[in-house]
């Protein structure tokens, strides 16, 4: 039988038709089996997101160990500003991966948005973890002081929270767990907002004019990193609420 011209050939509904009951035949089986956990079936269960992550964290961690261990080595910063580089790098890389396998991804785990801007504060951590040291070594400073040194613990302690509040998102049973974990790092960055002010406030009775330049760049930059800290802590909040 011919087929008028701009018609829909008959075989096409015919094979519409066909595909249409067996879309209705095999529909409540697939919601039979979302009732298992929609989340499960519609999201894959590779966890590579979730392990870069704990990765970047991880690094992020044990830079803010070697940042307390040059304050107390002082005499090791040559040797230090060398490996805290390579350990920037090393975050650097992880990052990377981070954004390629997003671009790769259809389906997430979490949004995003979310995924992107969390991989890139915690790659700021690193980042200004390392300038601070790499000032030190450019300024030429004979030593750290009492404010270096406070500093350089409270970003160590918001680090360490950090990588237990990530270690958290990959399963969220309780966000108020993750969130007493932000809460804490803000708290801690509220502590070196403080310091950064005494410290300020001392260089101008203490320094000459080309240490208080010095010094207080040193400061500034790291309670910045304090400040990514407490960025990081935000989204981790916003994430396990949104997801619990």
Known sequence: MEEAAGSIPARSI???ERCKSEYFYILPSIIHRSTVGLKEWVIPQDQVFFDLFDRLAAVVVLGSYRL??????????NEAVVQMKQLEHDGDKITHEI??????????????????????????ILDYIDASTRKMFNYEIPAVDSYMIELAKLIQISA???EVAVKGIRSIKDPMVIERRCIEVNRL????????????????????AVDIIKYKDIYEY???????????????????????
Do not use: W
Request: hydrophobic letters at 40%; aromatic letters at 6%; one cysteine or more.
């Open 99 to 124: 954004y390629e396998q997003l671009n790769k991804s259809f389906i997430t785990p979490l949004q995003p948005e979310e995924i992107s801007h969390l991989a890139g504060r915690l790659d700021d």
């Open 68 to 77: 307390v261990n040059i304050m107390d080595n002082f005499d090791t910063l």
């Open 189 to 208: 960055e509220n502590l070196a907002d403080d310091v950064l002010a005494h410290a300020t406030k001392e260089l101008f009775k203490t320094k000459t």
């Open 160 to 162: 360490v929270e950090i």
């Open 222 to 244: 790291l309670e910045i990193a304090t400040d990514k800290c407490e960025d990081v802590a935000n989204i981790l909040s916003d994430i396990a609420i949104r997801h619990s």
């Open 14 to 16: 015919l094979f519409s």
